[in-house]
Antibody, heavy 122, light 110 residues
């Protein structure tokens, strides 16, 4: 069965850095585009970045462009999010999600991880 | 302020039919298929509807989706207590080169 397990969330000071990981299993990881989505406490969902199956195509939301970097290791079946210059407004649960169809961007996310909490506070 | 507009709340009694609307624009819903996700408290969102009106396996046919122009809607018939959750719509936005979500609708089963 498809499983996505995020890790790496922590309490970090403003201006600090953090690296999130998402371990994938139960499917052919290198066939699928992957995405990071976050949810601030008590708020809605915000898409922040996606990567193509090869990692050659990457997009970011304006709110994180230039500060966050998405990457993937198709040998380790893992997705990453390097987060630099963190701000209080980056406080959220971060989810990784699989795009719904293999080898295309598609329009939906069919599996989500359980999320990892990032808290940015002094 | 979310790019897609949903009512913040909806409610119904067991057995009733409720609908949740999702309004967008020509750069998102107008050119993209719509997906819906539901989220129980303290859990991750789950896919409920994709490609406007398709249900993943395991989702009851009480849930249905539709899209017209730049708006979409989710209908839940035969409302059950376990349907109480937050519901989000989403679509690809061509002008932002990313996905946009609605602000979410909290469904209460009275």
């Amino acid at each position: 069965q498809v499983q996505l397990v995020e890790s790496g969330g922590d309490l970090v000071k403003p201006g600090g850095s953090l690296r999130l990981s998402c371990a994938a299993s139960g499917f052919t990881f290198n066939d699928y585009y992957m995405t990071w989505i976050r949810q601030a406490p008590g708020q809605g969902l915000e898409w922040i970045s996606y990567t193509s199956s090869s990692g050659n195509t990457i997009y970011y939301a304006d709110s994180v462009r230039g500060r966050f970097t998405i990457s993937r290791d198709n040998v380790k079946n893992s997705l990453y999010l390097q987060m630099n210059s963190l701000r209080a407004e980056d406080t959220a649960v971060y989810y990784c999600a699989r795009h719904g169809r293999p080898n295309i961007r598609g329009y939906y996310f069919d599996y989500w991880g359980q999320g990892t909490l990032v808290t940015v506070s002094s | 302020q979310s790019v897609l507009t949903q009512p913040p709340s909806a409610s119904g009694t067991p057995g009733q039919r409720v609908t949740i609307s999702c309004s967008g624009s020509s750069s998102n819903i107008g050119i993209s298929t719509v997906s819906w996700y539901h989220q129980l408290p303290a859990t991750a969102p789950k896919l409920l509807i994709y490609n406007n009106n398709q249900r993943p396996s395991g989702v009851p046919d009480r849930f249905s989706g539709s899209k017209s122009g730049t708006s979409a809607s989710l209908a839940i018939s035969g409302l059950q207590s376990e349907d109480e959750a937050d519901y989000y719509c989403a679509a690809w936005d061509d002008s932002l080169n990313g996905w946009v979500f609605g602000g979410g609708t909290k469904l209460t089963v009275l």
